[in-house]
C-alpha cells in the first residue's frame, strides 16, 4: 500500500511503522483504531495456575523465533508485573503442541486467539492479558485520498463494527462462507474476546492524540527505533474530539 497499488487497509501499527522505516514519512496514516488496547497476552492451560502477569515471572515461553512480536510480549509482561519469562525454543511448525505436552507453560499470542491455540495446541487453554494501553491495529487510508473520503472510509469501518456487534448471525455466515472449516462457535468466541480491547472505552474506530503519543513513544522504545510524530502517522483531521466513535 504504501507503494501505492492500494487506497485502504486494515492493518498493525508496527507495521506502518516498518513499512515506512526508509522513508522520510508514511504515505499512508491511520484514520480509524480497531484495537484500543494492545491484545498481547499469554496463552495457558485452563487448569494452570496462572491467571495474573505477576504469576508469569520465570515460567517457561515456548519461542519459535525471535522478531518483533517477542520484543513486544516481553515488554508488555516487564510493563504489566516487571516479570521476565523463560524462553525455551520449539519448532515453528510444532509451536503449540509443547504446552498440552507441558514442556512449557506458556505460548505469546493476542487475547482473541484462544479458540485458534486451542485448535493448534490439542488442549483447553485460556488467555492471561498483559497488553498496554497503547493502539495496535486500525484502518489505513493513503494520503492521496481527500480527507472528505477518508472519512467516508473511517465511518464506513465504525458503522461495520457497530452493525457486527448487533448482527452477529451475519458475521458468522460470512465466516462460514469464506472459511468452512473453522466452528461457528470459535469465530462467535473470537469476536467477544476482540470486543474486550477493540471496544475497550465502549466507542469503535474512535482515535485520540495523547493515545497515539504514549503508543508511538512505547513502539520506538521497544523497537529501538525513531519516533513519529503523530501527524506523521494518524490523519490529525479525524482525532477526538471532533469524532467520538460508534456506541457499540
Known sequence: MLGGDADACVTGVRSLLAG?????GPAARFVGVLHQRSPIAAMVR???????PS????RRLAVCRLGWFLAEFQRALSDAAGATAA????????????????????IASWSELVPWA???????????????????????VHDRVPVEVATRL????????????ETLAAGLAES??????VPAGDVQEEWELLRVNAHHDGRAAAMRADRWSATLAWMADVHGTPRRAVDEVCRPELLAPDYAGVGV
Open 20 to 24: 515506512s522505516s526508509d522513508r522520510a
Open 87 to 106: 524462553l525455551v525454543p520449539v519448532p515453528v511448525d510444532d509451536a503449540q503442541a509443547p504446552l498440552r505436552r507441558g514442556e512449557v507453560d506458556m
Open 118 to 140: 486451542r485448535r493448534r495446541a490439542g488442549v483447553a487453554v485460556r488467555a492471561v492479558p498483559i497488553g498496554p494501553p497503547v493502539y495496535t491495529t486500525g484502518l489505513v
Open 154 to 165: 473511517r465511518d464506513a469501518f465504525a458503522e461495520a463494527l457497530g452493525l457486527q456487534a
Open 46 to 52: 485452563v487448569e494452570s495456575d496462572l491467571h495474573r
Open 176 to 181: 462460514a462462507r469464506r472459511s468452512p472449516l
Open 55 to 58: 504469576q508469569l515471572d520465570g
